[in-house]
């Protein structure tokens, strides 16, 4: 165990740290299944964040139309215990077999290829990995490869994450001839909620930009297009960034907004001095529009005059468990497309 390794053992909690060693030194847990488990859960989590963003890229609001049906019924029927739900209550995709999970990469090909190993060898690894996750959901003793084959997948996936993540903060500013009404209303100046660009300059050292990117698999607009319009693979967003190093409210935002979340794609923060609130472009630009206004408006309600002194993985986890939609220093808030050989896997 190296230095840096001890000193994460031990700033876990007493209880977890119990919990880890009296299932190994029983024998009931072999350390194996721990390390798949951990292993496992960076795959299938960074694929349903992966699935999320490009349905909601595609199909902005009605992503999850292409879901079975089951999982919307599995997610409500968890309502009935909402004495013990988790933040992960909030993603359907968290209520989707991880077999129709992976099935759902390979038949939506063109959005995901880009990102997975060549359609007929990440068809094969669907089957080797359907049987690692079955016996890891029957409590089986791992086989003797399922370790490596897990990682070897991680690092097989990895250029493809970057990829996705560094693509969603390869951002530009829209084009000001644009006809489109986000470009009216936020660039231009023409919503009515518009006057606290220069309000936030003035009276809290805040910025505020508008900016779009674009999905890797889809379509540039042609140099003569009047707008973007609601054109699948394309996201807007509305970008913060508050001077003075003064800590954000990340979660009580969240709260604020809640009657806004179901046109939000994802909400963002790479520090406690950023916050960046993305939509799909298919979504409506009116109401979008109305989102980044309130969301304008909630945001420097909740900027704070105490200064932040946490370090960045400390300030991080402080906002881990908000929602699947917060991200606060995950690469997709994070990785930057200038970033080199960076892994997100580290397997």
Not at 161 to 188: E, Y
Not at 229 to 236: H, L, S, Y
Not at 240 to 265: A, H, P, S, V
Not at 270 to 289: G, H, K, N, T, Y
Request: negative net charge; hydrophobic residues 40%; glycine residues 4%.
């Amino acid at each position: 165990m190296t230095p840096s390794d001890a000193s994460d053992w031990q700033k876990l909690p007493v209880r977890i740290q119990h919990a880890l060693l009296a299932g190994w030194n029983a024998g009931a847990m072999p350390a194996s299944a721990s390390a798949l488990y951990s292993r496992w859960w960076q795959l299938e989590t960074w694929l349903r964040s992966l699935i999320y963003v490009e349905l909601r890229s595609a199909l902005g609001a009605k992503w999850a139309d292409l879901l079975p049906s089951n999982s919307a019924n599995r997610q409500q029927q968890d309502e009935a215990y909402h004495y013990m739900q988790t933040p992960d209550a909030q993603d359907q995709l968290a209520y989707l077999d991880a077999s129709l999970l992976l099935q759902l990469t390979h038949d939506q090909w063109q959005l995901f290829g880009l990102y997975l190993p060549a359609q007929k060898i990440w068809a094969g690894r669907i089957e080797e990995l359907k049987q690692i996750r079955n016996r890891i959901g029957h409590c089986r003793r791992p086989h003797d490869d399922d370790l490596d084959r897990v990682e070897q997948t991680l690092r097989d996936l990895d250029r493809g994450a970057v990829r996705a993540t560094s693509s969603f903060n390869d951002q530009s500013r829209p084009n000001v001839a644009w006809s489109d009404v986000l470009v009216r209303d936020w660039v231009h100046k023409g919503h009515p909620y518009a006057h606290l660009i220069d309000h936030a300059t003035r009276q809290y050292d805040t910025s505020f930009r508008l900016a779009v990117s674009t999905r890797p698999w889809a379509q540039s607009p042609a140099t003569h297009d009047t707008q973007l319009g609601a054109r699948a693979g394309f996201v807007w967003h509305a970008c913060w960034y508050f001077r003075g190093g003064r800590f954000f409210d990340l979660n009580q935002f969240w709260r604020e907004i809640e009657d806004d979340k179901d046109c939000i794609m994802l909400v963002c923060a790479d520090s406690p001095s950023s916050l960046q609130v993305s939509f799909s472009a298919v979504e409506d630009q009116s109401q979008v529009s109305d989102v980044i206004g309130r969301s304008f408006d909630s945001a420097l309600a909740n900027l704070r005059f105490t200064h932040y002194d946490e370090d960045p993985v400390t300030w991080a986890k402080r906002f881990a468990n908000i929602d699947p939609r917060v991200h606060a220093g995950t690469p997709w808030a994070a990785m930057d497309p200038a970033m080199r050989g960076v892994s997100l896997f580290s397997a």
